[in-house]
């Protein structure tokens, strides 16, 4: 399976190694690029510094072909608009991490995603 995770903070980490012991197919979208360096060279990912926000960098990481795209920086708005975009470009799956209970009402959560 193609997975898109975008963010590599403790919790993309995770997941990025998760991902990739699962025999997953894993692209990272991450705008340090020394923390995207740590993470590609620790795990057989691929790797793209940038925004996950931007749509160059999803069309780059071929998102229109990916089974899941998952957005976990630690900005709720970046997190949405990336995965908005990515539904739209044609990934199957989209999952957003959000912190701010203003974002976690139904609307977002089925006229959205």
Request: proline share 1%; charged share 25%; glycine share 6%.
């Given at each position: 399976?193609?997975?898109?995770?975008?963010?590599?903070?403790?919790?993309?980490?995770?997941?990025?190694?998760?991902?990739?012991?699962?025999?997953?197919?894993?692209?990272?979208?991450?705008?340090?690029?020394?923390?995207?360096?740590?993470?590609?060279?620790?795990?057989?990912?691929?790797?793209?510094?940038?925004?996950?926000?931007?749509?160059?960098?999803?069309?780059?990481?071929?998102?229109?072909?990916?089974?899941?795209?998952?957005?976990?920086?630690?900005?709720?708005?970046?997190n949405m608009v990336s995965?908005?975009?990515?539904?739209?470009?044609?990934?199957?799956?989209?999952?957003?991490?959000?912190?701010?209970?203003?974002?976690?009402?139904?609307?977002?959560?089925?006229?959205?995603?």
């Amino acid at each position: 399976m193609k997975i898109i995770v975008v963010g590599s903070g403790k919790v993309g980490a995770a997941l990025c190694r998760s991902l990739v012991a699962e025999k997953h197919d894993v692209v990272l979208i991450e705008q340090n690029e020394a923390v995207l360096n740590h993470i590609t060279k620790r795990y057989d990912i691929m790797g793209i510094v940038g925004n996950g926000a931007n749509f160059k960098i999803l069309e780059q990481a071929d998102v229109a072909h990916c089974d899941i795209f998952i957005a976990m920086t630690e900005q709720d708005e970046v997190n949405m608009v990336s995965a908005v975009l990515a539904k739209k470009m044609g990934a199957k799956e989209t999952i957003v991490r959000v912190r701010n209970p203003e974002y976690s009402n139904a609307y977002f959560k089925e006229k959205i995603f």
